[in-house]
């Protein structure tokens, strides 16, 4: 951004520019504890996003001081008229940036709780911007050291000021003789120059909408951990559970032995492999979870690959977890076999909860909707909540026993004591108490047989056999039964190769055709879409609301200083053209438009309408100065040049390191900042060229001073 800034500028003025941004850093982290912000991966992604958009306000307003003092004035005089002259747009400009962010900090859903924190951070340092190139800015630019004045200088420096003093006056007879003149034939052309750009973002539509662009809510971001979770039937013998986990741990003994392999001279691509019985293995570079304190269970577990850092390897986490998967194979007796490789995620790729009343038929259900998952190309791990439990024994009451004063809870207590036990008394141990159980001696109570030898006792204290008054029926239980709105819900989930297919298109197929054949053999049973797209639905149907609002509030803002309610759409017209940059951006860079570039999209649409405000506010002053439209049109085009192009190129160096960032922990925010970054270098051509047409056939349309205040006429001034 710095280097940016110096070539176009003299490089004192650049330095009194670029200080807006530590200025503007240190005052959002100094409301941090106001706003109960603390310093976070999130924050420093937030600060990184908006460091090139702060120093926006300050290029704007340096330029024109600079302006000032090319025209003569000394730099006290130039550095009060340059700010005043751009006090109202800069204002403004960052009232509608602000209101941009509005939908980022009030998104909800778990993608909100993300980026609501990098939107306060975002508004909360324009705020400093603004009060820096407005307050502090014209006070450093008014009292530092001139670098043409007379002086020793050093031939390093002599060299520089002649290399920038020449770029700088190359850019401004480029925007005089070639943006001018071209500009001039737009003009003249400007109905078709409108209709090609509608043609453009007609286009951009069609090719999003065809399906050329890929689209999804919000892939998951690979992290440096790939994880194997188990799970058996429970009751299981954990011996059974420890020989399964050797078969998928003895896979990954392999794969990386491939691994190493096939980088004879690299270090090994996994550093740790471990291998947890009873509980899940830590996510965050820890033990496994949960307390030691509890003991653990006999049919989970978790076997955990440790790699290398994403840059210091040529292979996916994601493309490890698929051949570990192959590597392993199927595993006997397993309920649940999943394979996870990401580090962030908004829920299951795909998750079906089928609701109804009878478990039974869900189960059945969930089954032929597994059946019809396994069809598609890339869909792994495939599983259902659906769980059978342990066996149990049902115990009923015969109707001849409740003549003898019997009830089930009789029935069921006394079979209690039986096998289990009645505590008699408790005994004090140091620190601990021993409770003293009650029950049956140990070989009268090994086996089921066991209870239909046991008597019950009435309450008349006589005893009876157990046969006599009981009835034992053996089944199987429900491990959990999960239920929602009352009603019973079993989850199909499944995880999906997005190199091969992404999730729409499955779950378009699947409700347009298998689900609801499948659910009308059910009387009752209904379905609704969870994990990722439970997400997405959330989020959009809140921007919904938000967008407009944010539109509205921004439209406000800008009809205020143009006294028009027709240019504040005029300015608004670049919105949807730096959507079409973004499109344009996924594209070059390779990623899918997701959740997150949609949010960098809509942020966007305050970011941009920034340079068409400072042009359309200055071709309204020169009109004002006695103008025609076209001279202030191609005039305003021509000043405006440097400072709409400085303001494009700072924030898209600002972003370019979000942009190429490989690091997991910021890939959720790539997709934000390529929006960002692209938007504004296309939306900047829109300014140049689009917004000068859109002014003119606007005042084609509406003749007679549309949008202009006539009552104040001052004398044309020479330009």
Not at 6 to 16: D, E, G, I, N, S
Not at 495 to 500: E, L, M, P, T
Not at 542 to 550: C, D, K, M, Q
Not at 642 to 653: E, G, K
């Amino acid at each position: 951004v710095l280097l940016a800034l110096t070539l176009p500028l003299q490089f004192r003025l650049a330095m009194w520019v670029a200080a807006g941004i530590p200025i503007a850093l240190l005052g959002g982290i100094m409301m941090f504890d106001f706003f109960g912000i603390t310093m976070s991966l999130l924050a420093t992604t937030g600060f990184m996003l908006v460091l090139g958009i702060v120093v926006d306000d300050a290029i704007v307003v340096g330029e024109r001081v600079y302006a000032h003092e090319r025209s003569g004035e000394d730099q006290r005089t130039a550095a009060i008229n340059g700010t005043h002259e751009m006090l109202v747009p800069v204002v403004f400009g960052v009232l509608t940036s602000m209101a941009a962010f509005i939908p980022l900090i009030f998104t909800p859903g778990r993608m909100g709780a993300f980026f609501s924190i990098i939107g306060q951070i975002v508004v909360i340092c324009l705020i400093f911007s603004v009060i820096e190139c407005l307050l502090i800015l014209p006070s450093h630019l008014a009292h530092r050291k001139r670098e043409d004045l007379p002086g020793k200088q050093n031939p390093f420096v002599e060299k520089w000021i002649r290399f920038q003093g020449g770029l700088g006056e190359g850019l401004e007879r480029f925007a005089e003789q070639r943006y001018g003149e071209f500009l001039k034939k737009v003009l003249e052309w400007r109905y078709v120059a409108l209709a090609t750009g509608l043609g453009v973002a007609v286009l951009m539509l069609a090719v999003l909408f065809s399906g050329r662009i890929n689209f999804q809510f919000m892939p998951p971001i690979e992290g440096n951990r790939v994880y194997a979770s188990l799970t058996m039937p429970e009751g299981i013998p954990v011996e059974e559970t420890v020989r399964a986990a050797e078969q998928i741990e003895r896979a990954a003994l392999r794969l990386k032995a491939q691994l190493d392999s096939e980088d004879p001279g690299e270090s090994s691509v996994v550093t740790h492999i471990l291998t947890s019985i009873g509980r899940a293995a830590g996510r965050s570079g820890g033990g496994p979870r949960g307390s030691f304190l509890v003991p653990g269970v006999s049919h989970l577990a978790e076997v955990s690959m440790a790699l290398v850092p994403v840059a210091e390897r040529d292979i996916s986490s994601l493309e490890v977890a698929s051949r570990w998967r192959d590597l392993a194979g199927q595993v006997a007796d397993v309920v649940e076999l999943k394979y996870s490789a990401v580090a962030f995620n908004t829920g299951d790729a795909i998750s079906i909860n089928l609701r109804g009343r009878d478990v039974g038929e869900l189960g059945e259900a969930a089954a032929r909707i597994r059946a019809e998952l396994s069809r598609f190309d890339g869909v792994a791990d495939i599983s259902d909540s659906f769980r059978s439990g342990k066996q149990e024994v049902k115990l009923s009451l015969r109707p001849e026993a409740r003549h003898l004063g019997l009830t089930l809870n009789d029935l069921a207590r006394q079979v209690r004591q039986a096998f289990y036990g009645e505590e008699a008394q408790r005994i004090q141990r140091g620190t601990e108490d021993v409770r003293v159980m009650v029950r049956y001696p140990e070989l009268e109570r090994k086996s089921l047989g066991d209870l239909e030898d046991m008597r019950i006792r009435t309450a008349a204290g006589s005893e009876i056999p157990f046969a006599a008054v009981a009835e034992v029926d053996f089944g199987t239980g429900f491990s959990t039964i999960r239920r929602v709105d009352r009603q019973r819900v079993v989850t199909v989930t499944a995880d999906v190769d997005r190199a091969v297919t992404t999730p729409g298109p499955i779950l378009d197929s699947l409700e347009a055709e298998a689900l609801p054949s499948i659910l009308s053999d059910y009387r009752g049973m209904s379905y609704y879409l969870g994990g990722e797209q439970e997400e997405g639905t959330e989020a959009f149907s809140g921007l919904a609301s938000l967008v407009p609002l944010a539109l509205m509030v921004m439209f406000s803002l800008l009809a205020i200083p143009l006294k028009s309610y027709v240019q504040p759409l005029v300015i608004m017209s670049v919105i949807p053209f730096g959507a079409v940059g973004a499109l344009l951006g996924h594209i070059v860079m390779g990623w899918p438009v997701v959740m997150a570039s949609v949010l960098g999209m809509i942020a966007l649409s305050g970011v941009v309408v920034n340079a068409s405000l400072v042009l359309v506010h200055y071709m309204n002053g020169l009109r004002r100065k006695g103008a025609t439209i076209n001279e202030a049109v191609v005039q305003a085009g021509i000043v405006r040049f440097r400072p709409i192009l400085l303001t494009s190129v700072t924030t898209f160096v600002g972003l370019v390191p979000l942009m190429l960032s490989n690091n997991p922990n910021t890939a959720f925010v790539v997709p934000m900042s390529i929006s960002l970054g692209w938007g504004v270098l296309f939306a900047t051509l829109m300014t140049l060229f689009l917004v000068p047409c859109l002014y003119l056939i606007l005042e084609d349309v509406l003749p007679a001073g549309w949008s202009m205040d006539k009552a104040r006429i001052e004398p044309a001034f020479d330009t």
